[in-house]
């Protein structure tokens, strides 16, 4: 088992497993209010360590699906429904045009949620924005993986909105709103495109230091240059995958 998880990246047995859990509680096999096996049964069951089934619970959390209750263990809170305009974003893809689409929607939503976030957001809300940021940055000092950071950062932004409508879009859409878990999910755990953790993370504090100053422009500003920015790199990515006889970006 361990020699396996040393050839192959550890994520994507991650997301074989949440997968696997995921479509078992989309399709009622487990209820919401049902406890998911414990650690040492799905260690039994999938053959990976703890810490991949750790991280597979981490997004089933992310996604809202499960919740953990401390000496009880993991419960379904929810089973999504199967919504055909919401699996445009939860649907696995290889497709770049998918991806640069999704972060055209977002910018529509997410520019204008960090605008309301530097407006409304309360000492509380502040403090979760910034925690956020702080945890981003020590995963990246850690080299270790920052895409349920990236995910709470924004999941905290739209909390601050203080419209309990920007949150839901979030949670419904899940974690696969970034685009490279998104992406990694069908390409193997391999993320087509070079690690960009530290661009993200400066963007990321870009956003948070103008909504703690209260500036709502300044917030969408650069909400919109880090969605837009994020355009940019799939683009150039169908470009190069284009030009080596790709068709699977357009």
Same mark, same amino acid.
Request: net charge neutral; no cysteine.
């Given at each position: 088992?361990?020699?396996? *998880? ?10 074989? $497993?949440?997968? @696997?859990? #995921? ?17 040492? @049964?799905?260690?039994?069951? =999938?053959? =990976? ?24 263990? $993991?419960? $379904? ?23 640069? +689409? ?7 939503? +997410? ?8 407006? #409304?957001?309360?000492?509380?809300? +502040? ?5 956020? $940021? ?19 950062? !924004?999941? @905290?932004?739209?909390? @601050? ?10 949670? !419904?859409?899940? &974690? ?27 963007? !990321? ?11 709502? +422009?300044?917030?969408? *500003?650069?909400? #919109? ?9 799939? #683009?150039?990515?169908?470009? &190069? ?10």
């Amino acid at each position: 088992m361990q020699q396996a *998880e040393q050839r192959t990246p550890r994520r994507s047995f991650a997301s074989q $497993v949440a997968d @696997a859990l #995921r479509s078992q509680i989309e399709a009622g096999f487990y209820a919401p209010g049902d406890k998911l096996p414990t650690e040492p @049964a799905l260690i039994e069951r =999938f053959g =990976f360590s703890r810490t991949v089934i750790r991280e597979a619970i981490a997004a089933l959390r992310a996604d809202g699906l499960v919740e953990s209750r401390q000496g009880a263990g $993991v419960f $379904v809170i929810a089973a999504k429904p199967a919504d055909e305009a919401f699996k445009l974003f939860t649907d696995e893809t290889d497709k770049i045009s998918d991806i640069i +689409e999704e972060l055209e929607l977002r910018i529509g939503i +997410e520019v204008e949620a960090a605008g309301l976030a530097a407006a #409304r957001s309360s000492p509380a809300q +502040e403090a979760e924005i910034q925690a956020q $940021v702080d945890k981003f940055a020590d995963l990246v000092a850690q080299g270790k993986p920052t895409d349920d950071a990236d995910f709470q950062f !924004h999941m @905290a932004i739209a909390t @601050a909105t203080n419209n309990q409508r920007f949150k839901a879009f979030l949670e !419904h859409v899940g &974690r696969r709103m970034i685009p490279r878990v998104k992406f990694k999910t069908v390409m193997g755990g391999v993320d087509p495109l070079p690690n960009r953790d530290h661009p993200i993370l400066e963007e !990321h504090r870009e956003i948070a230091d103008a909504i703690l100053a209260r500036d709502p +422009e300044k917030a969408r *500003e650069a909400m #919109r240059r880090h969605l837009v920015t994020g355009i940019k790199r799939y #683009r150039s990515l169908m470009v &190069r995958r284009s030009a080596g006889g790709s068709t699977n970006g357009s």
